[in-house]
């Protein structure tokens, strides 16, 4: 993925704004109360900027999934790691952050959307944070860090399936837990599972 502009940044910023705007009313008055210039109003923003990002009120939802992935690939390109381990978790548990901000509400809400929709974005093989993960995992595997009993295609799928797990299960309870540190938790005890076995083995180069 090329690295955003300051424009596209800017962008991007709007529309998670918005959303999270959109958000707060979706709580307070059920989303299908709440019209389009209510959400205009409240983010102080003209009917027409909002019809420069969204199409409907729905396409809210249907977007903000991919919106948090292109924000955590671009804080993700703008960072150094020391290990690919470190990148994975990276990934996932600054999504994870990103969903907090949206909310438990809000976020449950696009995952009832995506049972009901084609194209179901989370589980797309060229997703941008999925073919991330498959790209370390294929790095992670080749120099040693993990070890090769699981092939990148099926260590990728856990991952994702961990990571949408995860955030399912925040929602169920209502956001009453920290979602980042269960992530955490979670994908260093999988991994923990694909470390290589001899504590005397070193990492290749």
């Not at 729905?58 to 290990?83: G, H």
């Not at 690919?84 to 509400?105: I, Q, Y």
């Not at 099926?154 to 980042?180: E, H, P, V």
């Amino acid at each position: 993925m090329e690295k955003l502009t300051d424009r596209q940044r800017q962008a991007i910023a709007t529309k998670i704004r918005i959303t999270q705007v959109a958000t707060e009313l979706f709580k307070l008055k059920g989303f299908e109360s709440v019209k389009i210039q209510d959400i205009c109003q409240a983010a102080e923003i003209s009917t027409g900027a909002f019809y420069h990002h969204f199409k409907s009120k729905m396409e809210i939802i249907n977007t903000a999934y991919e919106q948090v992935d292109i924000l955590v690939m671009d804080r993700f390109e703008a960072r150094d790691f020391s290990s690919n381990l470190d990148k994975l978790l990276f990934l996932l548990c600054e999504g994870a952050k990103m969903m907090e901000e949206l909310g438990w509400v809000f976020v449950g809400e696009i995952y009832k959307n995506l049972l009901s929709i084609e194209g179901k974005y989370s589980t797309k093989p060229d997703r941008h944070i999925a073919l991330k993960v498959k790209s370390i995992v294929e790095d992670s595997l080749r120099n040693g860090e993990l070890d090769n009993s699981i092939s990148p295609t099926n260590l990728t799928m856990i991952i994702m399936r961990i990571s949408r797990g995860a955030i399912f299960d925040w929602c169920l309870y209502q956001g009453s837990y920290d979602l980042k540190s269960r992530m955490e938790f979670d994908l260093n005890l999988i991994l923990s599972n694909f470390k290589p076995k001899d504590p005397d083995k070193k990492v290749r180069p």
